[in-house]
């Protein structure tokens, strides 16, 4: 079992930068891919990001790429997420979630474990 918490959210304006922490617990981070997803009021959980093990490989859904990096701290039982540039279409409870599947995930099926969520707020 992991436990995840999500810390780091909060509201900003257009063109500020956040970074979301996830920590981890119960279990090492290194043996899980871990992701970022976000859902928007009204629309369905969609996949922002995503990073292998030991960190060697990432994806990013087309709306965050060039905005958004994801990165792990394995040592601190830690994911981040540096949200760059931020437009009002980013507003949105980002979570993270931990994966068993080899290789990267990019759906939400692929995960196990998710944390409860940071609220994002980007105002125009």
Do not use: H
Not at 18 to 44: D, H, I, V
Not at 55 to 64: H, I, L, N
């Amino acid at each position: 079992q992991v436990q995840l918490v999500e810390s780091g959210g909060g509201l900003v304006q257009a063109g500020a930068s956040l970074r979301l922490s996830c920590a981890a617990s119960g279990r090492t981070l290194s043996n899980y891919g871990m992701g970022w997803f976000r859902q928007a009021p009204g629309k369905e959980r969609e996949f922002v990001a995503t990073i292998s093990r030991i960190g060697s490989s990432t994806g990013y859904a087309d709306s965050v790429k060039g905005r958004f990096t994801i990165s792990r701290d394995n040592a601190k039982n830690t994911v981040y997420l540096q949200l760059n540039s931020l437009n009002p279409e980013d507003t949105a409870v980002y979570y993270c979630a931990a994966s068993r599947t080899l290789g990267v995930a990019t759906t939400s099926r692929q995960y196990d474990y998710w944390g409860q969520g940071a609220q994002v707020t980007v105002s125009s």
